[in-house]
T-cell receptor, first 117, second 115 residues
Framework: GAVVSQHPSWVICKSGTSVKIECRSL??????MFWYRQFPKQSLMLMAT?????????EQGVEKDKFLINHASLTLSTLTVTSAHPEDSSFYIC?????????????FGPGTRLTVT | GENVEQHPSTLSVQEGDSAVIKCTYS??????FPWYKQELGKGPQLIID?????GEKKDQRIAVTLNKTAKHFSLHITETQPEDSAVYFC??????????????FGTGTRLQVTL
């Protein structure tokens, strides 16, 4: 149980375009989803926290107008990178948490590798 | 906020030997400490966790110890195997019942198990 999927697993886009990444909890309802980015050989850095039906809470230094997060249902959250630039190339990982189960545990998705050319 | 330091950054051991990774945290309110294994190109996978009311937890070849007074916790892998090669991250969070808490991650340890 507690499976989280991400789509796509990798994406290449041109500079200036937008790209959407989906995060789904497959077998549980995720009251909270987290979005991270990870640069090569570095740790995970939290970008934002989203609760179903509410606006996302962004970490300091993360541009909310550039990284649009939508958590419209208890099983789906999306991250849209708007007007992408090469410096946005990174590994984006989501995690999901459920207060109905073990609220402190986060279940991670497999990640999405974004390359902006 | 919380700050988690992790050492070493790289660790090479021979197959069958033990590996130890250490982390320290700064926020005394932190009470949940998970460890994740991340293989290349994949998301982190929880391998073991410990809460602040427990000093040690073991699951087969993996164990975690926690010293709340010193604010440090460690991951111990015994009888290492080549498939243990990966990057390991520790994390800490002040877990509160009924809410999902943010994790603060350590910087990671790249473990290489050689034959």
């Amino acid at each position: 149980g507690a499976v989280v999927s991400q789509h796509p697993s990798w994406v290449i886009c041109k500079s200036g375009t937008s790209v959407k990444i989906e995060c789904r909890s497959l077998d549980f309802q995720a009251t909270t989803m987290f979005w991270y980015r990870q640069f090569p050989k570095q740790s995970l850095m939290l970008m934002a926290t989203s609760n179903e039906g509410s606006k996302a809470t962004y970490e300091q230094g993360v541009e909310k107008d550039k990284f649009l997060i939508n958590h419209a249902s208890l099983t789906l959250s999306t991250l849209t990178v708007t007007s992408a630039h090469p410096e946005d190339s990174s590994f984006y990982i989501c995690s999901a948490s459920s207060t109905a189960v073990r609220s402190y545990e986060q279940y991670f998705g497999p990640g999405t590798r974004l390359t902006v050319t | 906020g919380e700050n988690v330091e992790q050492h070493p950054s790289t660790l090479s051991v021979q197959e069958g030997d033990s590996a130890v990774i250490k982390c320290t945290y700064s926020d005394s309110a932190s009470n949940y400490f998970p460890w994740y294994k991340q293989e290349l190109g994949k998301g982190p996978q929880l391998i073991i966790d410990i809460r602040s009311n427990v000093g040690e937890k073991k699951d087969q070849r993996i164990a975690v110890t926690l010293n709340k007074t010193a604010k440090h916790f460690s991951l111990h892998i015994t009888e290492t195997q080549p498939e243990d090669s990966a990057v390991y991250f520790c994390a800490a969070t002040p877990r509160r019942t009924g809410t999902a808490s943010k994790l603060t991650f350590g910087t990671g340890t790249r473990l290489q198990v050689t034959l």
